[in-house]
Nanobody, 120 residues
Framework: QVQLVESGGGSVQAGGSLRLSCAAFGVTYIIDCMGWFRQAPGKARERVASIDSDGSTSYADSVKGRFTISQDNAKNTLYLQMNSLKPEDTAMYHC??????????????WGQGTQVTVSS
């Protein structure tokens, strides 16, 4: 089993920055990919960014150029640096992880989430 614990959320004004962290515990060697998802009230969950075991990354169009995903394998920790935040970035942010199968990440493990609120 894998446990994911997020931290770093908070309230900022538009244009500000936040860095989210996600610490992974347990049987972490089974993880091939990790990512950040977000969900705002009344909206569908959206994949914000993800990173594979080879270091390749992908981003939602809405955050490209503003957010950066990275990981510290020694610390089993995933990060999301969020710059130039906008009110529409307001959401609950969840860390997810899992093994890969068939070229796709199986998002098997989820953290409880950390709230990000951006005011205009």
């Amino acid at each position: 089993q894998v446990q994911l614990v997020e931290s770093g959320g908070g309230s900022v004004q538009a244009g500000g920055s936040l860095r989210l962290s996600c610490a992974a515990f347990g049987v972490t060697y089974i993880i091939d990919c990790m990512g950040w998802f977000r969900q705002a009230p009344g909206k569908a969950r959206e994949r914000v960014a993800s990173i594979d075991s080879d270091g390749s990354t992908s981003y939602a169009d809405s955050v490209k150029g503003r957010f950066t995903i990275s990981q510290d394998n020694a610390k089993n920790t995933l990060y999301l640096q969020m710059n130039s935040l906008k009110p529409e970035d307001t959401a609950m942010y969840h860390c997810a992880a899992g093994p890969s199968a068939g070229g796709y990440c199986r998002w098997r493990y989820w953290g409880q989430g950390t709230q990000v609120t951006v005011s205009s």
